[in-house]
């Protein structure tokens, strides 16, 4: 079966500090990897898409950025993180044929900046 | 382009009370529909998906939602509240096609439950 492990669980890290988010998933490969954030009371935004090694789709203009350096791997990264980037981060994949195609999350990361 | 408005940021029901979570969505092409829940401090669990056939679609936990087109709505309903119903609900949509499974979400339900 297929899982997808998130790390770590729970971050504080100062402002101006970079930071580093990793994603992988099991039991599955050519995976559609994304990140979102979701913030308090505003749902969940979609940060980055991935649809292969080293392809990456952003969808909103941020302080992040993503990498793919493996088939089953996601990075969330940034050099110098700001206040406004405190928020929980989930990682998803699917995959599977168009009418199943569903998005599984990992457990998250809440990270803050102070 | 999708978009999901989810009426209603809290809930409260009683224990035994019915639940209803109401959603409606746009989009520009037949939609996949999905319900997430979220506890605290953790992901999104699948309660349930519409893609295409029966607009009575039933989940986990006696979750269920139904998909009218007429009133782009994908309401979830349980007859029933369990004290461990008590999560943040979220809907979502995604087009068909070539989207690259891309979810559009509201803004969330945070039900309560009441003993």
């Known amino acids: 079966s297929q899982t997808i492990h998130q790390w770590p669980a729970t971050l504080v890290q100062p402002v101006g500090s970079p930071l580093s988010l990793e994603c992988t998933v099991e039991g599955t490969s050519n995976p559609n990897l994304y990140w979102y954030r979701q913030a308090a009371g505003r749902g969940l935004q979609l940060l980055f898409y991935s649809v292969g090694i080293g392809q990456i789709s952003s969808e909103v203009p941020q302080n992040l950025s993503a990498s793919r350096p493996q088939d089953r791997q996601f990075i969330l990264s940034s050099k110098k993180l700001l206040l406004s980037d405190s928020g929980f981060y989930l990682c998803?994949?699917?995959?599977?044929?168009?009418?199943?195609?569903?998005?599984?999350f990992g457990a998250g990361t809440r990270l803050s900046v102070l | 382009a999708q978009s999901v408005t989810q009426l209603g940021s809290h809930v409260s029901v009683s224990e035994g009370a019915l639940v209803l979570l109401r959603c409606n969505y746009s989009?520009?092409?037949?939609?996949?529909l999905f319900w997430y829940v979220q506890y605290p401090n953790q992901g999104l669990q699948l309660l349930l998906k519409?893609?295409?056939?029966?607009?009575l679609v039933k989940g986990i936990n006696g979750f269920e939602a139904e998909f009218k087109k007429s009133e782009t709505s994908f309401h979830l309903t349980k007859p029933s509240a369990h004290m461990s119903d008590a999560a943040e609900y979220f809907c979502?949509?995604?087009?068909?096609?070539?989207?690259?499974?891309?979810?559009?979400f509201g803004q969330g339900t945070i039900l309560t439950v009441h003993p």
């Open positions: 998803a994949w699917n995959g599977g044929d168009e009418a199943k195609n569903i998005q599984y």
């Open positions: 979502a949509v995604r087009a068909g096609g070539t989207s690259y499974g891309k979810l559009t």
């Open positions: 519409y893609t295409t056939g029966a607009t």
């Open positions: 989009s520009s092409v037949p939609p996949y």
